[in-house]
């Protein structure tokens, strides 16, 4: 039996998106690979409401935030953590030996905008790296206030992890003044894992002519610089059959229409938070809650994974709470192709279930 998917990726992909990737091969470097590559980034170019070059890159959402990292680090960099994913980021510079410092708060919190102005008001720093919405604990950071801090140092790159946001929530890159925005496909985008979408801003090209070991793979000034000369090519092979579902899949999202789509997540996500206020509690900070993604307190002592055995017998599946959370909360999706009423039905097998009154 397949299992309806809400959990934080991959999530359910609808059977046209799908068909999709069945398509023929074509070679990578035909004028039809360019403009499928093309398509591909003039829409998320609205998507993101920006001017940047897109990159696209054959691997996980984590592939480019290591390229970001490892790219554009000239100095030191500044990582802001609200969970387990904005650490990863400060793992990766530990990893490839770039100098880095990590501010986090405690799991369930939102980044500030006073630490962003104490950290960068030190000159230490000339890249920062911050989750725009964290899987592990629900919370979903306020880049905009985020980014009026930002705007005043305008020599630091600005990297944004919208892996879990980007198509549930707006993101308006330039507003925000993110130089590197990073996705991939599994999450609110609604396609199967394997390819991460990324801008690169003028500002990030200049940084990373200044860093002498980038990397080879994920070096994001190499893509760059490539698919500009070679008209949307890339040094390596891309997986076409991702770009075939990626410029299906964002035309669908245009077509239900932006507005509209955000919309649809915020009603998901207002439901399932105040199901969850109903019956258990909310783990993240109530000022900062996720559009795409509730984290759930388990004040019921519930047996997470017995719960998720039988929904899966009843053809449905949550997640459990992620590292350290784990059993002390759970985890329901609510984005890509999800309706209110896929939220509504699955809620009900969970009270049935629980016997909830």
Known sequence: MHKRLFIPGPVEVRPEVLQKMAKPMIGHRSKDASALQGRISDKMRVLWSTQHEILLSTSSGSGLMEGAIRSCTA??????????????????????????????????????????????????????????????TGVMNPVQ????????????????????????????????????????????????????ICTFSQKA?????EVPCRGYYLDLLQLYQYIREKDYQYPSTPSISHMYALDYQLQRIL???????????????????????????????EGYLSDTLTAITNTRNIDVADLNHQLGERGFQISNGYGKLKDKTFRIAHMADHNLEDIKELLGHIEDILQLG
């Open 205 to 209: 090209v200049e940084r990373a002519q």
């Open 255 to 285: 077509e239900e229409g932006l507005e509209n789509r955000y919309r649809r997540h915020r009603e998901m996500a207002e439901y399932v938070r105040n199901w969850a206020r109903q019956h258990f509690a909310v783990f993240a900070d």
């Open 145 to 196: 206030d985020i980014a009026a801090v930002v705007k005043n140092y305008p020599e630091v790159v600005y990297c944004l992890d919208t892996v879990s946001s980007t198509g549930g929530t707006p993101i308006p890159v330039d507003d925000l003044g993110v130089d590197i925005c990073i996705t991939s496909t599994q999450k609110a985008l609604g396609l199967p894992p394997g390819m991460a």
């Open 75 to 136: 100095r030191r960099a500044a990582v802001f953590s609200v969970g387990a994913f904005g650490k990863r980021w400060f793992e990766m510079a530990v990893s490839n030996n770039i100098p880095a410092d990590l501010y986090e708060v405690e799991w369930g919190k939102a980044i500030t905008p006073d630490m962003i102005d104490e950290a960068l008001s030190s000159g230490k720093y000339d890249l920062i790296t911050v989750t725009h919405n964290e899987t592990s």
